[in-house]
């Protein structure tokens, strides 16, 4: 079998005795269920040492790190207790152009209860995408 190709011809077309049927999976199972990295973690988590489970003491740890003032092990616990702090985004009212107010909080500044406001205006007839389509402002 020669391995070139004539001009114009796709050098794939050589392989297509050996593609799947249409409609024919080469994966008919899919990916097996609970083979993957996290299962395997799961259960380690459950797994003890010294009478606690590892998850216990990775709690500990984490506790213990952001009581000594390690910034990550604070932020970790934070997101995980009081949930991750969003963004929020206010639109103007129709006719009158477009403001948008994006406030912001760094993780720091959402512990003081600061924010910082971006305010971006836009003039009545400005171009805009919202989802995938256009629409004046």
């Known amino acids: 079998m ?6 114009g011809a796709n050098p794939a077309d ?42 216990e003491i990775l709690v500990d740890a984490l506790i213990k790190g952001a009581a000594q003032g390690k910034h990550q092990h604070l932020k970790e616990l ?3 207790v009081e949930g991750k702090v969003a963004d929020r985004v206010q ?3 129709p006719g009158e152009g477009l403001v948008i107010n994006v ?3 760094s993780d720091a500044a959402a512990r003081a209860g600061a924010e910082r406001t971006e ?3 836009l003039p009545p007839g400005s171009k805009v995408v919202v989802g995938e389509c256009w629409e004046t402002a």
């Open 2 to 7: 020669s391995d070139e190709t004539p001009a």
């Open 91 to 93: 639109v103007g009212e």
């Open 14 to 55: 050589r392989l297509a005795a050996h593609r799947w049927p249409r409609g024919t999976s080469g994966n008919p199972g899919g990916r097996p269920r609970g083979g993957g990295l996290t299962a395997l973690i799961r259960r380690r988590l459950d797994e003890t040492h010294n009478g606690k489970t590892i998850a």
């Open 78 to 80: 934070l997101d995980r």
């Open 119 to 121: 305010r971006v205006e």
């Open 103 to 105: 406030v912001r909080r």
